[in-house]
């Protein structure tokens, strides 16, 4: 019984460190956009 609570209360802390970590990973507000530079592009001469 007492390692059943240990092993709720565990699952329920990493429930919970995985919740916040997902929810910092995925970008929510947009902030930060790709951006790509057009001086990087380059078209062959064969193309």
Do not use: C, D, H, W
């Not at 990973?25 to 930060?32: A, D, G, I, R, V």
């Amino acid at each position: 019984m007492k390692t059943k609570k240990y092993v709720i209360a565990l699952a329920i802390f990493g429930g919970m460190l995985f919740t916040a970590y997902a929810a910092n990973t995925m970008n929510q507000n947009e902030q930060q956009t790709a951006k790509i530079e057009r001086s990087a592009i380059r078209i062959p001469s064969a193309g």
